[in-house]
């Protein structure tokens, strides 16, 4: 028996959706067809395969090619993509999604229901998706094909979670399984997006053009059919004096990633857009590890966070552009987001101290850093290469300089390489990790809390309280959002405020300029990323 029917159909989602995002134009501006867009990005992807990407900011780019069963509408809610309908079973473990027949990937294969199933199924391997298959996938016991446009998902257990996951996986063309390129992505790893990926060169661009095929846009997608550009190219421009220099030149029609030094060029200027988003998701935190090192000492955990103003650190770094975070999601995911931890911690120097003296620091070397036993109180906080972005690395330092003034603590701002990370994050060997992730429907607090060997991928501070998991065993075994998001507000107590596990930083965000000609541009329903370039003209 099922209880719980969607069915969404097109017009009737476009009609009954309250919080679906317009894109309007006045009278004498309707959208025109072709044309190309250079626009400059902060992050090059380390792959290409959207299923093995973990860049956030790379997402902007591998959503012009890759699509998902349904998409989300800024409440939350779902609406048809490559999926019309979807229902989940009395008993709360079969999911089962009925899907468009009129769909093909851009390498020519069809988009049915096996393809669907192989797509998960792959996932489930770890030797093709690593970590993720001890995630969400492993609670699938069955993937079906029921028949060629119907497909159902049968878990293990009740996981609250698995609609968002499965909802939003983005599926690869059945042919990309037997590339060369599967790891790395190219070309050959087709979807069934509104472009193609045409070329791709490391450290300069990577170029998409359009399908021209497309007819299958999401029900709150600005427009129904091909996109209106030919071509999109985006170039890799890290630095963001580069790219501020590359869009006033006209080298480039958009970028994204604006510092807050530079959002006053934008703001109120009529030669330019400038649009920001707060995303979903973990905050931008410095995770503390309780396996290694003085973090091991929940004392020395609670003194780094009262040593550190916070609020200063921000208001200096970016200008007032940035928002403070306080929980483990982003207060834009109001199902789950507690603001009652706002302002019940933060920066208390005396406290930090005292902490630290109790902890038996209490001596000072001769640059001014706490000791014992004739060793610097020192915490390694590891940050990957590729991941600097936003002013990052500046605020890390501004950090650094806080826990040294107010409470003699030595942080230690290691930049590595994408090997060095990994292997470091595999042994352990790390006092912190700054990180923040945008998945949605408590994944991501999943992905952070849980065990590392029970679907905790990224859960930097190695906490194994028990009581952590069993919170999330419980949220996630029930469909009641009241109930899980009293155990989330739990765990969030317990992890921030008790055991100072993380210290959340800020609120993870957008920016997008563009020249006043680009028009269309606008940021995904929900999560917030900068969305494809499908519904994105040219004026002129």
């Known amino acids: ?18 919080a679906l995002p317009t894109i309007s134009w006045a009278a004498d501006q309707k959208p025109i067809s072709g044309g190309k867009l250079t626009w400059g990005v902060e992050t090059e992807p380390a792959t290409l395969n959207p299923h093995l990407n973990g860049q956030d900011k790379t997402k902007l780019l591998l959503r ?106 983005e599926i690869l063309s059945p042919a990309a399984f037997n590339s060369q390129q599967l790891k790395s992505g190219g070309p050959e790893i087709a979807g069934t997006g509104p472009f193609i990926l045409k070329r791709y060169t490391k450290g300069q661009d990577i170029q998409f053009v359009k399908n021209p095929d497309y007819h ?42 604006v510092s807050g030094n530079d959002a006053s060029l934008f703001k109120g200027n ?31 955990r609670k003194a780094l966070v009262a040593s550190i103003d916070v609020d200063a650190v921000l208001k200096a770094v970016y200008r007032g552009e940035r928002t403070r975070a306080w929980g483990i ?13 706002e302002k019940t911690y933060g920066a208390d120097p005396k406290l930090a101290n005292q902490l630290l003296d109790e902890a038996g620091w209490t001596s000072r070397d001769a640059q001014g850093f706490r000791t014992k036993d004739g060793k610097r109180l020192t915490i390694e906080v590891i940050q990957a290469q590729a991941t600097v972005r936003d002013q990052r690395d500046v605020l890390l330092q501004a950090l650094q300089a806080q826990a040294r003034q107010n409470a003699g603590i030595d942080l230690a701002i290691v930049f590595v390489d994408a090997g060095t990370y990994t292997e470091r994050r595999k042994t352990g060997q790390f006092g912190s990790i700054a990180n923040s992730n945008t998945p949605t429907d408590a994944v991501d607090i999943e992905f952070h809390y849980l065990p590392l060997t029970k679907g905790g991928s ?11 998991e069993q919170w999330l065993k419980e949220a996630a075994g029930t469909l009641d959002h009241a109930k899980r998001f009293a155990l989330y507000s739990k765990l969030q107590q317990f992890a921030i405020v008790d055991q100072a ?20 541009i606008a940021f995904r329903p929900f999560k917030q990323l900068p969305e494809s370039a499908y519904d994105i003209w040219r004026s002129q």
Do not use: C
């Open 216 to 257: 299958w846009a999401s029900a709150n997608a600005g427009h129904q059919g091909p996109a209106y550009l030919d071509e999109v190219t985006y170039r890799f421009l890290p630095e963001s004096s580069v790219r501020i220099g590359a869009l006033t030149s006209g080298q480039v029609d958009v970028i994204e990633g």
């Open 270 to 300: 009529a030669e330019y857009s400038y649009q920001t988003a707060l995303n979903t998701g973990t905050p931008y935190s410095l995770f503390l590890n309780v396996t290694w090192g003085p973090t091991q000492d929940v004392k020395i």
């Open 458 to 468: 990224i859960n930097y501070s190695r906490a194994e309280a028990p009581e952590l």
């Open 329 to 341: 999601t982003s207060p834009i995911d109001t199902q789950f987001y507690d603001k009652s931890i």
């Open 1 to 18: 028996m099922i209880i719980r029917r969607h069915v969404l159909s097109l017009g009737l989602a476009l009609a009954a959706a309250t």
């Open 501 to 520: 596990y993380a210290l959340p930083l800020y609120e993870p965000e957008d920016q997008i300029a563009a020249a006043s000609q680009i028009k269309g």
């Open 64 to 169: 012009n090619a890759y699509e998902s069963l349904l998409a989300r509408t800024a409440d939350g809610g779902y609406v048809p993509w490559l999926a019309t309908e979807y229902s989940i079973s009395s008993d709360g473990k079969t999911y089962t999604f009925k899907l468009r027949d009129d769909v093909r990937f851009t390498d020519g294969q069809v988009f049915d229901a096996k393809a669907v199933v192989t797509n998960f199924e792959w996932l489930k391997d770890a030797a093709y998706s690593g970590s993720t298959s001890a995630g969400p996938v492993s609670r699938i016991a069955e993937a079906k094909a029921v028949d060629a446009h119907t497909v159902a998902f049968t878990l293990s257990d009740v996981y609250a979670p698995f609609l968002d996951y499965a909802a939003s996986l």
